[in-house]
């Protein structure tokens, strides 16, 4: 789906009217490399009275996607965000522009109007998802306040030399449109080399949508007649009353 683009189902027509790339949800813990996306799908038929607004989300975290679907009981729609976003969103990247700059710790730069990096220092025990930890590693993470328009969070790209050999691990925040790479070191100039590109949201939303869902708000109770029951209770009530009268003049 693309915004306010219109698609037809086989009872339903379904309009993308808004796409939000801070959804959170509160059952996962966030963090600033997380990427949460909800979307507003307007789903209409032929009728005027005929009209409900969906918000499926979808929440990329690590190397994990979480999906929320969202069920229109009363239509009998289900939808949801295809995690195959991410593929688009590795395209974005792909196509993305990159920018080179050099800075010093505590220095803050802005390669670009409204885009500043401040260097706040450096973490000798990286950890993330790209990076296994092996013998004789030498590794680091540079730990950079990125911000953008007023908005702030940490990046922590990765340089690492591994049997003589450099390699730099890139940090991306899908949330914040950026992916950094940390370069090189320059002991001379006591400068670090870097190198980022930023990148938007892609133009088109994958989701997946069915009709007809069963519906799943109510609950279902099984009744079974039984017409001798009344028999039961009367047995039952003679075994009490025999019990009491048995009591009764045994005590006397």
């Known amino acids: 789906l693309r915004l306010n683009d219109t698609v037809f189902g086989r009872k339903y027509f379904y309009v993308l009217k808004n796409v939000n790339t801070h959804f959170e949800n509160k059952e996962i813990e966030s963090s ?8 507003e ?6 009728s005027d009275s005929i009209r409900e607004t969906l918000k499926p989300g979808i929440i990329f975290k690590s190397n994990l996607a979480y999906k929320f679907p969202y069920n229109q009981e009363k239509l009998g729609i289900r939808i949801e965000v295809s995690d195959s976003l991410s593929s688009f969103l590795a395209d974005e990247i792909r196509k993305s522009r990159t920018k080179k700059f050099s800075i010093k710790e505590n220095e803050t730069i802005e390669p670009e109007p409204g885009v ?23 590794a680091v993470a540079s ?13 922590q790209p990765i340089y690492l030399i591994r049997n003589q050999h450099e390699m730099v691990l890139p940090c991306q925040s899908f949330a914040n449109g950026i992916s950094i790479r940390f370069n090189h070191i320059n002991p001379g100039s006591s400068t670090m080399d870097y190198e980022y590109s930023r990148f938007d949201m892609p133009q088109e939303i994958p989701v997946r949508i069915a009709e007809n869902v069963p519906r799943t708000d109510y609950i279902v109770m099984e009744i079974i007649e039984f017409p001798g029951i009344n028999l039961v209770w009367i047995g039952s009530l003679l075994m009490v ?6 009591s009764y003049k045994r005590s006397k």
């Open 143 to 155: 730990i950079i306040e990125f911000s953008m328009n007023g908005i702030k969070s940490e990046l």
């Open 241 to 246: 009353f025999g019990l009491a009268y048995g």
């Open 32 to 39: 600033s490399d997380d990427l949460g996306v909800q979307i």
């Open 116 to 138: 500043k990096f401040k260097l706040l220092g450096f973490n000798k025990n990286p950890k993330a998802i790209n990076y296994q930890p092996e013998d004789g590693d030498i």
């Open 41 to 46: 799908v307007l789903a209409g038929g032929d």
